[in-house]
């Protein structure tokens, strides 16, 4: 068993994918064990995606991440953190298997609805930071 951080992004929320997205999860006998909404600040944005602070797209991701409310859960499944993240589908939405989160309903790299935690260690300081 493990537990992984997933958030609905800005653009998700926006196109009304919150029930979808967790039924997906639910669907592949996943259990949502925590989960709340709210808007980062640009401090919290930058935070999260500090390893990032040095890539061009830095800036906008933190911006875009900001621009609406959010909604970070946890997931709790067998090998959770791979396949939420085989679930999500690639960064790239144009790279994305069929069927993915990202290939469905990502509209391009940068504004692609959902994050996963992409390793055991990234999921040990995701949870807690939203979910202390
Ligand atoms: P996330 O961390 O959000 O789950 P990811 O792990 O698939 O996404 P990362 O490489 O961690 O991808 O990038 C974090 C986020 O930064 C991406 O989700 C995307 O929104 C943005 N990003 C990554 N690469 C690019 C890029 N080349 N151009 C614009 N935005 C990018
Ligand atoms: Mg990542």
Known sequence: MEETLSI???????????GTILKKFEDNGFEII????????NEQAGEFYSIHKERPF???LVSFMTSGPCVPFVIKGENAILRVREIMGATDPSEAAEGTIRADYADSIDKNIIHGSDSKESAEIEIPFFFG
Not at 34 to 41: A, G, M, Q, V
Request: aromatic letters at 4%.
């Open 58 to 60: 830095f800036k906008e």
């Open 8 to 18: 609905i992004k800005p653009d998700g929320v926006n196109k009304k994918l919150i």
């Open 34 to 41: 925590n989960i709340k909404r709210l808007t980062l600040t």
